[in-house]
């Protein structure tokens, strides 16, 4: 009993063990906090700031918040909320996604997210960067107009020895990820899709086989994206 | 080449957290990281050549593809603009025949823009070759190039002379000048260095000294103005195999150079301070960051160090003290502004890129290499041994009710005497105008690009931490500067270049905004884009570090004391406008098909 947590998420009771994070402690509990570079079971870094939330007039990142005893985290506020759908246009306008033509439509978070934070269009204004689209390695394609840069593969696609996959190139608004070329070579057929499956966007597509699943019936076309989770 | 490299990383025991320096010594070696060496880093430190290339990548002063034989880089801080960089820009380009940002076909001259490399009171300013040449102008640009194409060694040409003080060292042997303009209770030649080491040291416990640095209300200097001894205690409560103590030499916010003149002449206070906070922790492990701009003083106290050494000063009981036992390394930057910021500073020190880290947990429990560890500013640590010697009482003395001591600031800018001046907390903007002779001032940027730009109505509040708190960095622009245009617009720049891009947020909203004030000083703006900026602007608070927090703070602190200009510059008449110039957009493709659009103008 020692090991139980409680705390409160815009005023409903969290129970939860303590080690957990607020995000992890809030999706156990029925409260859907929306996350994108937030990836179970791996390291969080907080990078995308979807998952925001206010503790004592701070904002913090609930996917890398500890959760604590007698915590009183806001979330779903009109203030919290404005900046989640603020994130998801800024990445709608600093890369170049076009839906209908993306193998990802359907399973994609940022869509997905898009839809549930009711964005009609961006507020900001495009900037149509001109991004590259790697085809080199013979698994993958690596589409730098669809990356969000969330990190997810970075921190799950890796060998045995723990080198990474995939790493940052550069830094700020021309940051990208990349894929090691020598180690790309020798990925296995399961790892290249779990990439790809990993990826919440459709940034890493596994070549050679697409649009088996029509659109329309696909994860996020039935039911909107939190809604497993959302009591 | 191969053998070298090898022999490189394993004198760093094939330690990935060593990997600045190991980066800094193939350089050093070869200019520059060729595949080879990225291939040999991935073997030898187990990580992927993408992950080497992450980290070259992400610093300035890394390169993975050969540079020229002669490389200048020419800082573009606001300062530098304001002072002729745009003729001495030119007089290299013509000199040189290389365009900004390339090499010359010869290979002899590469020229590069880089971000403020601290010497806002000598400007225009460039490092050549690891050099510091202050005060450049076309004449003098034309002189350096024709000697160096002559053979001459960049030692060679400081004309000028040695800066004066301890730039006159053989180990420094620097043109940079110190500028000191007024020196208050830490500039002052009163203290013999290492007396409290010495003498208070071995009769004291760590909480003794710890409760004399709270009893100050010390703060840390570096802007962020944490209570110094609280610092310290939860340092020492935390748990830990070690505990380190760092100070953060990455002074890089643009204007501030204070750092500078404490490393130069009062290195002893800093590294004694550094003692002092380990001896109070109960650290072994000390680490001075210093910013790769500043590299030209690294072997000068480095020097110092191991004078420090001989003298049990630094290694095992020091000072006699049973146990005490502490060392100072000191890891050298390469270029990022956001390594500054204390979580990003301890993971560039692990060898990594300079992200900074999501908190908790604060460095005081979980820093470098997970050990607690206690970041402190350069001139934080330096009010250490004087708080110690003179009691804290003489110290609360010093400043205003709710800031003690005094604060260093670094002036620039539309002045008579730009340079050092230590003030008492409590001092208004108006007296410090008056102290550096700036009569005609229209703004005065306080706190560098992440503090505010201030106007007239404010210069009678007080530099404190509960009304005005700075970092000490001070730029004055004068009635005749355009501050929309090319103070505000440098300052915005410079977030988008110095973001470390890991935030989403971060990494679009600068670019966004500068767009959005691209269009109004284009006079395609309205009135609402003025009022956009500001709602846009309030995502970033989201943002991991300061850095992203405050990168909107040129625009929205000029909006807020500077509206007019913005509303001068905006269209009265209409309520909307695209800012998208549909001719302009279609004119090569016309062009190209010899026909003419029917456009419909409303």
């Known amino acids: 009993m020692n090991n139980t947590i409680k705390f409160k998420i815009d005023g409903k009771e969290i129970i939860t063990e303590n080690g957990k994070t607020v995000v992890e402690a809030a999706h156990q509990n029925g409260v859907y906090i929306p996350t994108l570079c937030n990836f179970p079971g791996s390291f969080s870094k907080g990078s995308c700031r979807m998952c925001t939330i206010k503790v004592n007039n701070r904002f913090m990142t609930s996917c890398t918040t500890p959760a604590a005893p007698g915590m009183e985290v806001e979330s779903n506020t009109p203030e919290i909320n404005e900046f989640r759908k603020s994130i998801i246009e800024l990445l709608f306008v600093s890369g170049n996604h076009f839906c209908p033509s993306c193998e990802k439509s359907g399973n994609c978070e940022l869509q997905a997210l898009a839809y549930r934070y009711q964005m009609m269009v961006p507020r900001y204004p495009y900037s149509f960067p001109l991004k590259k689209v790697d085809a080199s390695n013979p698994k993958i394609i690596k589409d730098q107009n669809r990356c969000v840069i969330c990190q997810r593969c970075m921190k799950t696609i890796k060998t045995e020895k723990g080198e990474h996959y995939f790493a940052y190139l550069k830094r700020g608004n021309v940051l990208e990820v990349v894929m090691d070329k020598e180690l790309g070579k020798e990925m296995t057929d399961e790892l290249a899709k779990l990439a790809m499956e990993n990826c919440p966007v459709g940034s890493i597509i596994y070549k050679e086989v697409g649009f088996v699943e029509p659109i329309g019936t696909r994860k996020y076309d039935k039911q909107p994206i939190g809604s497993d989770i959302d009591v | ?602």
């Not at chain 2, 187990?46 to 593809?65: D, G, L, M, P």
């Open chain 2, 1 to 602: 080449m191969r053998e070298n490299i090898l022999e490189i990383i394993s004198n760093y025991n094939n330690d990935k957290t060593r990997l600045m320096d190991i980066l800094h010594d193939i350089h050093s070696i070869a200019g520059y990281v060729d595949q080879e060496s990225i291939e040999l880093l991935h073997q030898k430190l187990r990580i992927s050549e993408a992950q080497v290339n992450e980290v070259i990548s992400f610093y300035h002063f890394y390169n993975c593809k050969p540079l020229a034989k002669v490389n200048i880089y020419l800082n573009n801080s606001i300062t530098a603009k304001m002072h002729g960089r745009e003729g001495v820009l030119n007089a290299f380009r013509n000199e040189c025949a290389v365009e900004e940002g390339g090499i010359s076909e010869d290979g002899e001259f590469g020229l590069f823009t880089t971000s403020c490399i601290g010497m806002n009171d000598q400007e225009p300013a460039a490092i050549i070759n690891g050099s510091i040449f202050t005060r450049l102008t076309p004449y003098r640009v034309r002189e350096l190039v024709k000697d160096l194409r002559n053979g001459k060694d960049i030692k060679e040409l400081i004309y000028e002379g040695d800066g004066g003080g301890r730039n006159a060292l053989p180990e420094i042997n620097s043109m940079v000048c110190n500028n000191i303009r007024r020196r208050g209770a830490l500039l002052t030649q009163d203290y013999l260095p290492f007396e409290i080491t010495k003498k208070l040291l071995p009769v004291s416990t760590p909480e003794d000294i710890i409760s004399i640095v709270e009893a100050s209300k010390l703060r840390g200097r570096g802007g962020a103005g944490f209570p110094t001894g609280l610092k310290w205690k939860f340092g020492r409560k935390a748990e830990g195999v070690h505990h380190v103590v760092i100070c953060n030499a990455d002074e890089g916010e643009p204007g501030t150079f204070k750092d500078r003149i404490l490393l130069t002449e009062f290195p002893e206070l800093v590294f004694e301070g550094m003692i002092i906070a380990g001896y109070s922790i109960g650290a072994d492990i000390g680490l001075l960051y210093l910013r790769y701009e500043y590299k030209y003083l690294l072997n000068f106290l480095k020097g110092l160090l191991d004078d420090m050494r001989s003298k049990n000063l630094l290694g095992k009981n020091i000072s006699g003290i049973a146990d005490f036992n502490f060392d100072i390394r000191i890891q050298l930057g390469a270029g990022a502004y956001v390594c500054g910021e204390e979580s990003a500073l301890i993971e560039s020190l692990e060898g990594k890129r300079g992200e900074p880290r999501d908190k908790p947990p604060f460095p005081v429990e979980r820093g470098y290499l997970n050990y607690p560890t206690v970041v402190n500013n350069v001139e934080t640590l330096a009010s250490i041994p004087k708080i110690l010697k003179n009691g804290s009482d003489w110290f609360l003395n010093l400043g205003s009710n709710d800031s003690a001591g005094t604060k260093i600031l670094s002036v620039s800018g539309d002045c008579n005497f730009p340079g050092i001046y230590e003030v008492e907390w409590g001092t208004t903007i108006k007296d410090v105008l008056d102290m550096c002779g700036a009569y005609d001032v229209q703004a005065i940027q306080v706190g560098g690009p992440s503090g505010a730009l201030i106007g007239e109505k404010d210069f009678n509040r007080a530099l404190s931490y509960t009304d005005l708190p700075t970092g000490g960095s001070m730029i004055v622009f004068g009635n005749k500067r355009n501050i929309l245009k090319n103070v505000v617009m440098n300052l915005m720049e410079f977030f988008i270049e110095e973001s470390c891009g890991s935030c989403s947020t971060c990494r679009n909203m600068p670019m966004v905004m500068k767009k959005k004030l691209e269009k109004i000083l284009g006079g395609r703006g309205v009135e609402s884009d003025i009022d956009d900026l500001l709602s846009w602007s309030e995502v970033l608070k989201v943002s991991r570090c300061g850095l992203g927090q405050t990168a909107s703070n040129p625009i929205t602190t000029s909006i807020k004391n500077f509206r007019h200009l913005y509303e001068n510059l905006v269209q009265k008449d209409i309520v909307f406008d695209t800012g998208f110039d549909l001719e302009e957009s279609v004119k090569d493709s016309c062009a190209a098909v010899g026909r003419q659009p029917i456009l419909h103008n409303l």
